[in-house]
């Protein structure tokens, strides 16, 4: 699962088509979407990782073009140039220039773009310093062409933002918000750095002279944080939108006067009203005749901004609120009334904008109403009015915690992750699989064992007809506006169903056991019957063709002629065998009849059998099969451009009787075959059916679960539904639900709709109050344990309390006259509740702290019991054990970490508590046993031989449970900074440290001490870290490099910790740290902040690997390599991908698999699997440097795969 948070997306016409897409940035992955305007669902069409980080974006259009190129800002020291092409569904690099080192610098630019309006020039722009300018233009083939840079570097300066003022077509002109710091560098009374001021400083590109003069400063009032261009030349007034906090200020050239607004706040706000208010994200709507901009605070209330012209010149600024949504990272509104709103973390919604919100009662504020210095406007926030939601894109960003475990009784364990943050925290169950949308279910009288979908005629967009075949019946329904039963259809209703199906333009087909029946679109009906005793088995239709095989094993061939007549080949085919099930390929186009058939016999074979008129029904190929074919389907799977061109092939999928899918190449010359790929899908035999998925055939496979095999951006897929096991299915289509499955489960008829294809999980989710923490779970009731704490909240009671406080204020401060109104008012606000993951949770200020505990049951998702802790009480750490003094035997308890008054930075608090819980009623709820004092943050818990192990702050302690408090038993004070986590195997335990890596400590029982007996040579900042082995752990540390670390081959844990014999522990030094040093043996740059990390299975029957969740959503694993072999074969698969797919934004890949430590004995799968989306020529070259073919490196990449997950 790639990563799901967007830190930046940006709109344009990038396939140059009328259509706009999306373009986004997932950290490290480009994405481009495109939004359906029919459906209003968002699709993605590409993704592709960078192998870098992407810090900015933005469309750039040549003048008088009609195609965006996107302009790339990343971690390379490369301005990027990229062009989406939309024939081959990828991105073209364009043009790739080098200024300066890799890396994500303070002065290497790459953190800002702004582009001229009228498509001139860029700017790039790094925080401090340098800032380059390349001129843009079209050669006489009218492909792009860039200058070198011509630099505008400022020294001593920190840049905030930057943007590409309208000028029309004079000079280019970029706007900057800088900040000198030369004088408060150089002043060490701190006077001149509380003074410095913000300017607004703009740089013109002269043309004439190519080079970029810094044309006028101006200092600002008020500290700004971002800059928005207005429409320039005809289309409006030029200039800037300064937002700063509080206040949104407009500047311009000339005569112009600097126009000021406030920014409109909350009416009764719970926040500290001292608190300033700042934008955080804009979007720019414009047309021939108007624009406007949306602007969205920091509490998620989104203005419309306009501004009043007179004469060229500003007037005034008006705004307007408009509706409020979750707060996001980047916002974009589309010409077709979209607006998208992506969130770093959280979900992204996607929304219509109904109405412009311009003659509704909302009031309007302007900068010419008459307010005194520091005061504003106050609205009401309220439901949505002017937009409507019509999609939403699931995030995981962040995962905070994970279990992985399989406590609905799947079979496949399920991944429970708690992500988000604050009152938008979700549980959400994770299982491999793609969503189901039921778009309808009906019971059928007595059991159905088939179900098909006909077309009266190949010109008709949707289905006509459904044809349920019973045991000794067979009903016809009609599909309009409902689905009704249909008598004069032509089809034969007495009789059981082997095939329907629509043959030739306008002609239907019903095949029974006792012949066939030709239903001509004039009503006409031929029918061939069997002859003599026997009757027919199996059949296999297409367009033109019909093939049945009769009992002994013998095949009858049809084919249709021109005049629209089936005629029978005058030979038969006898097989010396019974078939099992036969199948034909769609016929090519162009074509009279597809060449092959494939049969499938009693005797454990599959039959390829010619249908040229050369050679009719005679054998060309056998493949021998582990066990019986059940059934067989040929579809064409593959990558088909807009020419018509593809390199598509031809598959034989084969579902076995032992619950096995085998998919072959089958030459579509030759019809031989060739590269068979294996996957157990279930316990029961495998039935296949062609399905139309998206414009292309995929292959629904039933078991004892439904599996569908599909090829989507450029990759093939195997995914099961999440679903009930179906007997039978047959593609769908109608008005409601044009791309649809129509199939029997039991005795219903189910009509289903796959929406999410390419998604490897789907999710339920649960909303939960404010950001989870940590989870644990009761292996005896299943249920789970969660700690939930906020930073910066009230908790509900101090929210009440705020309230009554407000109302209060309300009614003392109105006048005599009002007091009635005021009071009903003040009433009004004590009942409203806004919901907060709408509306976002006050902030309280820091050192506030909102905290609390669930028990909730994961599977039915409902909540058993919650804990709430006072305002200031937070709780940190969460574990679950059983203590062997326990005065209850057997009795589980919970003890939960707490602090007081906790501050961030500098860390301090007022203390903490270890509250110790003894689970009851079947763990559905939990009573106080009693609550310990502790003098430092209690950061982690872990359950040791039937007591308990506890950091706080930095001392590792082991506690016993007494009767009025837990008991201290033995203490250890070597660990440097802070302890984050805890873990132990048998007498070893791994202890983690925020800055200095890992120890590994051991309890001799004996002395009753803690010895740490080996640690780290490197400063790690872990957060996370788990053992593999009892000599091998690995972690993971904030900034997304995962090492593996080993005791070496003679370490001992027996160490004395004193060896002079003095047992003076307490007197030695910190510096000199263990005796023995843990050897590094692997090293992996993720590029993401990993939060958990777990050895596991994700699949039944397969092997333990390394799973990890990352900040941003990302589900990982490393697996481990069991051959030598294998490890040759990715180590020049790897070197070869790296030569000749270099990542699109210009990063090194090893540079980049590198960046804190060189990359160690780890080989990055996420590139090896790019092999599959290279074009055939390329594969061609790498696989015959690997002394192989194409398929088969791309056969050894899947089973790579399929061995460990998904």
Wanted: proline share 4%.
């Amino acid at each position: 699962q790639r990563a799901s948070s967007i830190y930046t997306c940006i709109h344009g016409n990038f396939a140059g088509t009328k259509q706009q897409e999306v373009v986004v940035s997932r950290g490290k992955i480009l994405e481009i979407l495109r939004i359906d305007q029919n459906t209003g669902k968002v699709i993605q069409l590409y993704s592709t990782e960078v192998f870098g980080t992407i810090r900015s974006l933005i469309p750039f259009r040549l003048t008088g073009g009609a195609k965006d190129y996107i302009v790339v800002g990343s971690d390379s020291g490369k301005i990027t140039i990229l062009e989406y092409n939309p024939q081959k569904n990828l991105f073209d690099k364009v043009h790739m220039e080098t200024f300066g080192k890799s890396g994500c610098r303070r002065i290497v630019p790459g953190q800002y773009l702004a582009v001229d309006p009228k498509g001139r020039a860029v700017m790039i722009g790094a925080i401090e310093k340098q800032k380059l300018v390349y001129i843009m233009n079209r050669d006489d083939q009218a492909r792009l062409t860039i200058s070198s840079p011509l630099e505008a570097h400022k020294a001593n300066t920190i840049v905030f933002d930057c943007c590409g003022v309208d000028v029309g077509f004079e000079n280019p002109t970029f706007a900057c918000l800088e900040l000198d710091y030369e004088e408060a560098d150089g002043d060490p009374t701190g006077e001149a750095a509380h003074m410095a001021q913000q300017t607004l400083t703009y740089y013109e590109l002269d043309l004439g002279l190519n080079h970029v003069v810094r044309k006028y400063s101006e200092p600002l009032e008020d500290h700004a944080n971002m800059l928005i261009s207005v429409p320039g030349g005809n289309e409006g007034p030029s200039g800037v939108l300064i937002c700063s906090e509080n206040y949104l200020t407009y500047k311009n050239f000339g005569d112009q006067p600097d126009i000021r607004c406030p920014i409109p706040r909350r009416r009764n706000d719970l926040d500290d009203h001292e608190r300033g208010m700042l934008f955080v994200c804009t979007a720019t709507h414009k047309t021939k005749s108007m624009f406007f901009f949306l602007a969205q605070t920091e509490q998620g209330d989104i203005f419309k901004i306009t501004l009043e012209v007179d004469e060229d010149a500003v007037t005034e600024i008006k705004i307007k609120y408009f509706d409020s949504a979750p707060v996001c990272s980047s916002m974009c509104v589309l010409k077709s009334g979209f607006l998208f709103l992506a969130s770093e973390y959280g979900n992204h919604y996607l929304y219509q904008i109904a109405r412009l919100g311009e003659d509704d009662n909302e009031p309007e504020y302007s900068s010419a109403m008459p307010l005194d210095e520091g005061e504003t406007f106050f609205f009401q926030p309220r439901a949505l009015k002017n937009l409507v939601l019509v999609d939403e894109m699931e995030s995981l960003a962040p995962i905070l915690h994970c279990g992985i475990t399989d406590l609905a009784n799947e079979d496949t364990p399920q991944l429970y992750t708690v992500c988000g943050r604050g009152p938008r925290s979700t549980l959400r169950v994770l299982r491999h699989g793609l969503e189901v949308s039921e778009m309808a279910v009906s019971d059928l009288p007595g059991s159905p064992n088939a179900v098909w979908t006909v077309r009266k005629s190949i010109h008709e967009e949707y289905d006509s007809y459904i044809i349920v075949s019973f045991v000794n019946a067979t009903l016809v329904l009609s599909i309009g506006e409902t689905v009704e039963e249909v008598t004069d259809s032509g089809f034969l209703g007495t009789t059981p169903t082997l095939s329907c199906s629509s043959i030739g333009n306008d002609a239907l087909l019903q095949i029974y056991p006792d012949g066939i029946r030709h239903i001509r679109s004039d009503r006409r009906i031929n029918e061939w019957k069997t002859p003599g005793k026997k009757y027919i088995v199996k059949c296999a239709v297409n367009q033109r063709q019909v093939v049945i095989a009769l009992t002994g094993g013998e095949l009858v061939y049809f084919e249709m002629d021109q005049t629209g007549q089936l005629n029978e080949y005058t030979e038969r085919k006898d097989m010396n065998s019974e078939v099992i099930c036969m199948a034909l390929p769609r016929v090519p186009q162009g074509e009279q009849r597809a060449r092959f058939l494939a049969v499938g016999l009693a005797d454990e074979t599959v039959r390829i059998i010619s249908l040229d008129t050369s050679d009719c029904l005679s054998p060309l190929s056998t493949q021998a099969l582990p066990a019986r074919p059940e059934s067989l389907c040929i579809v064409e799977m593959g990558q088909q451009d807009d020419s018509g061109a593809s390199n598509s092939s031809m598959f034989l999928n084969i579902g076995l009787s032992i619950g096995v899918l085998l998919r072959t190449v089958m030459d579509s010359v030759t019809g031989e075959l060739s590269d068979t790929r294996t996957r157990y899908l279930g316990t029961r035999a495998v039935k296949l059916f062609r399905i139309p998925m998206h414009g292309a055939d995929a292959v629904l496979a039933i078991s004892s679960r439904t599996w569908l095999s599909y090829f989507y951006q450029s990759r093939f897929h195997l995914s099961p539904l999440s679903y009930d096991t179906l007997e039978y299915a047959c593609g769908f289509s109608s008005e409601q639900c044009t791309q649809g499955i129509v199939a029997i489960s039991t005795n219903t008829l189910r009509i289903l709709a796959l929406e999410k294809l390419g998604a490897v999980f789907n999710q339920t989710n649960m909303p939960l109050k404010y950001t989870p923490r940590k989870f644990v779970i009761d292996d005896d009731s299943s249920n789970m344990i969660l700690i939930e704490t906020d930073h910066n909240t009230f908790t509900e009671n101090s929210k009440a309390q705020r309230k009554r406080q407000i109302a209060e204020e309300m009614v003392e401060t109105a006048d005599d006259d009002n007091k009635v109104e005021v009071a009903k008012l003040a009433e009004q606000f004590l009942t409203e509740d806004l919901p907060e993951e709408t509306f976002s949770s006050a902030k309280a200020g820091h050192g506030m702290w909102a905290s609390q505990i669930r028990i909730l049951n994961p599977i039915k998702q409902e909540t058993l019991e919650i804990i709430k802790f006072e305002q200031n009480e937070a709780a940190f750490s969460i574990c679950i054990c059983q203590f062997n003094n326990s005065p209850i035997p057997g009795a589980t308890y919970v003890v939960v970490g707490t602090t007081r008054d906790m501050s961030l930075a500098p860390r301090q608090c007022s203390g903490g508590y270890l509250y110790c819980y003894r689970l009851v009623d079947d763990g559905g709820h939990m009573e106080l046993v009693h609550k310990t004092p502790v003098d430092d943050v209690p950061s982690a818990l872990c359950p040791f031989q039937g007591r308990l192990l506890v950091g706080v702050g930095k001392l590792l302690r082991i506690y016993d449970l007494g009767k009025k408090k837990l008991l201290r038993k033995c203490e250890n004070k070597h660990i440097p900074n802070f302890i984050v986590g805890i873990k132990c195997t048998g007498q070893r335990i791994l202890v983690s440290d925020n800055q200095e890596s890992i120890h590994f400590v051991k309890y001799k029982s004996s002395e009753n001490t803690l010895v740490a007996f080996a640690d780290d040579t490197f400063p790690r900042w872990v957060t996370q870290a788990t053992m593999l082995d009892y000599f091998t752990a690995a972690v993971a540390d904030k900034f997304g490099n995962l090492a593996v670390l080993r005791l070496t081959q003679d370490s001992k844990d027996s160490v004395d910790e004193d060896p002079t014999g003095n047992k003076a522990i307490w007197d030695r030094g910190l510096l000199n740290g263990a005796s023995q040093k843990l050897d590094m043996t692997n090293m992996f740059h993720i590029g993401e902040s990993i939060t958990y990390l777990e050895l596991a299975t994700l699949i039944p029957g397969g092997s333990e690997a390394l799973v990890y969740t990352t900040l941003s959503g990302t589900i990982g694993m490393f697996v481990p390599f069991t051959s030598r072999e294998d490890i040759d074969f990715f180590q020049h698969l790897e070197m070869h991908m790296r030569n000749e797919a270099p990542p699109i934004c210009g990063r090194d890949h090893l540079s980049y698999r590198s960046a804190y430590i060189p990359v160690k004995a780890s080989i990055d799968g996420d590139l090896c699997e790019q092999y599959n989306s290279l074009d055939p020529a390329k594969r061609k070259t790498i696989a015959d440097e690997l002394d192989r073919s194409p398929s088969e490196v791309s056969k050894k990449l899947e089973d790579m795969r399929t061995t460990y997950a998904f």
